[in-house]
């Protein structure tokens, strides 16, 4: 077999079989294939693309590539979710204490945020003491005796979709269907859960900018998931304005544990009702969403899932002192209000420009290696549809460095769309795919 012979068969609009894919995968994994020959494999996919049966085996390659982690350890029906990037997502710290306090395993392997976008790994080390590197064997331990376990991926996990994609980084080839839905599900499938349900999102802040993309992306990706024996589903959400109030660190482990009381804001909330419920169903706990719901809504209000979070972070070695007192939290030196300058209604604001004012204040990283501020960040106190009178307050900037909050304060004021109300409420799910359906709210 030779990659020349794999290359012109897909150049001229053939469909490669398991053999083929696999030789690719393993042999570029190996350094055995140059970058300029996957180069022009991957440009030929993009304009040729991949049937369902070879994004399947492209993703079952890049599995078989590095370490699987073995969950069978764990007790009971274990279930996972991913989200496709966002601001303010701070999803997984709400929903995994809520499902885990349903008993049911709430298993995830987490990671760093990047760019716009945060991670749920820098969010959770803002509590001083969490440990986010775990063994098997601590992760399989934590599973059972509390049923939540959130750590980092094993360095060897898809080594062969972390090479191809920093090619298709720098060859123009990331925007194709197949190699998105393979690469994202090639993370989710070497851990051995059973049920996964994806939340792609859709928007300024989001990967994808619109509903007919982000769509096509989840039916993709549950058709992989189904096609590789694991119970999926995906809900297809909102990503132009960034979700709760929160963006940063410590600021959304704040809003974490005040919605996990039944305080935090409603889309956070429910959101994560949504996709719990599903969950839940997924899990075999309930038997319809309504049921799912009610039982979520039952560990809030009794005070369960605040006490799971609680749990998993004491298990974690992290500070407990912080969650049941979070001004604890790392705190930044300054904050700093933005007022509004008119009457009026919050017509739109842009998801992604709100993320990058973030990272302007050091809340992110603009490359891997670069040093996050645990403590910066954004606190909206307006979101779309919301009135707001002159001299009112749009946004805090907490930062520790008084230029950047000056460089900030500009551009965060003008994120802030004022005018007239829309006539049409936000949506904040548009869809939810299962292998079956496609419903639209």
Not at 278 to 296: C, I, P, S, W
């Amino acid at each position: 077999m030779r990659m020349y012979d794999i290359i012109k068969k897909k150049r001229d609009g053939g469909e490669l079989t398991t053999k083929e894919i696999e030789y690719f995968v393993k042999n570029y994994t190996h350094d055995n294939i140059p970058d300029y020959q996957t180069s022009a494999l991957l440009m030929a996919i993009y304009f040729n693309k991949m049937s369902k049966r070879e994004t399947l085996d492209l993703t079952r390659a890049m599995v078989n590539s590095g370490d699987k982690v073995d969950l069978s350890g764990i007790k009971g029906l274990k279930v996972d979710k991913h989200s496709t990037g966002g601001v303010g997502d701070t999803i997984t710290l709400i929903l995994g204490p809520m499902i885990a306090a349903c008993s049911v395993p709430f298993v995830k392997m987490s990671g760093r945020g990047l760019g716009h976008t945060g991670g749920t790994l820098d969010k959770l080390e803002s509590i001083k003491g969490f440990k986010v590197e775990l063994t098997d064997e601590e992760f399989v331990r934590n599973s059972n005796n509390i049923n939540i376990a959130i750590c980092s991926q094993t360095a060897n996990i898809t080594p062969a979709d972390k090479k191809i994609y920093s090619l298709r980084d720098v060859t123009a080839t990331v925007e194709n269907l197949s190699l998105i839905a393979s690469s994202i599900m090639s993370k989710k499938l070497a851990i051995g859960s059973n049920a996964i349900i994806l939340d792609v999102k859709v928007g300024s802040g989001a990967f994808m900018k619109n509903i007919e993309d982000a769509i096509d992306l989840a039916k993709e990706m549950v058709d992989i998931g189904i096609g590789y024996g694991r119970e999926t589903v995906a809900l297809v959400s909102n990503m132009d304005e960034p979700l709760g109030k929160a963006i940063g660190n410590s600021l959304e482990i704040k809003e974490a544990i005040e919605t996990l009381k039944g305080k935090g804001p409603k889309d956070l909330l429910q959101l994560s009702l949504e996709l719990g419920s599903k969950l839940l169903l997924l899990a075999k706990k309930v038997e319809t969403e309504e049921d799912g719901k009610e039982l979520l809504e039952e560990m809030i209000n009794s005070g369960a899932a605040y006490e799971k979070f609680k749990e998993l972070v004491m298990w974690q070695g992290g500070n407990i002192n912080q969650i049941e007192n979070p001004e604890l939290l790392p705190k930044a030196k300054y904050v700093i209000e933005v007022k509004s300058e008119k009457d009026g209604y919050i017509k739109s604001l842009d998801a992604e420009e709100i993320g990058k004012c973030a990272l302007k204040l050091g809340a992110g990283r603009e490359t891997m290696d670069s040093t996050v501020d645990l403590s910066a960040g954004i606190l909206l106190n307006k979101k779309i549809d919301d009135n707001v009178k002159k001299g009112e307050t749009l946004a805090q900037i907490h930062a520790n460095d008084m230029n950047k909050v000056i460089e900030v304060e500009k551009d965060l004021r003008n994120l802030f769309i004022i005018g007239e109300k829309n006539k049409e409420s936000k949506k904040l799910i548009y869809g939810y795919i299962t292998k079956d359906s496609v419903n639209l709210y």
